[in-house]
């Protein structure tokens, strides 16, 4: 005998709710997941909206302490030992090294070897330490320092003969006062 299924209700949200589809209570069961899952994952966004925020609030205190703290140390004065540092550094660096390295590799021939270079910003002066093998060509190197456009005063400041195994160089150095150019 086959079963019959007789259901006098009337039809209305209550009939629903008493008999709902296998597929009706599914898509409840998944919707019902995915509001637990939303509602997990703004609660996640929330808490690091939070922590974003203090963040913020963090870093802006921070910026102002340093700001405050940069404006009390503007105040105070500098002693003249330190000012002078400040002063000859900031000289060191706005040498004209490009245009003085191309004055000097300009005028090095090949049988030079220059051991260093050494400037004194305060007076304009590259103090050049070099080797070559013969006096003449120490003397055509003096020559081609003084050709160069640059420099206005080069000076041999001492020389030496040096034994370097079987072979003898010439060591000596060099005084090459630059011109100032004011920009």
């Not at 919707?31 to 909206?49: D, E, K, N, Q």
Request: charged share 25%; aromatic share 6%.
């Amino acid at each position: 005998m086959k079963r019959l299924h007789i259901d006098l209700a009337p039809f209305g949200w209550r009939r629903a709710l008493y008999r709902p589809h296998p597929a009706a209570r599914l898509l409840t069961v998944m919707a019902l997941l995915m509001c637990v899952m939303a509602g997990h994952r703004a609660y996640r966004l929330f808490l690091h909206l939070d922590s974003l925020q203090f963040e913020a609030a963090r870093l802006a205190s921070r910026a102002d302490r340093s700001a405050h703290a940069a404006h009390g140390a503007s105040n105070m004065p500098i002693d003249a030992k330190q000012a002078a540092a400040v002063n000859a550094a900031v000289a060191r660096l706005n040498l004209p090294w490009g245009r003085i390295l191309d004055a000097v590799e300009a005028a090095t021939p090949a049988p030079i070897a220059l051991l260093s270079i050494a400037p004194e910003p305060a007076r304009a002066l590259l103090k050049i330490e070099a080797e070559c093998a013969s006096s003449k060509d120490m003397i055509d190197y003096l020559t081609q320092l003084e050709q160069q456009p640059l420099f206005e005063r080069v000076t041999l400041v001492r020389h030496e003969r040096m034994r370097d195994g079987m072979d003898s160089v010439i060591r000596f150095q060099v005084e090459a006062q630059w011109r100032r150019v004011e920009s």
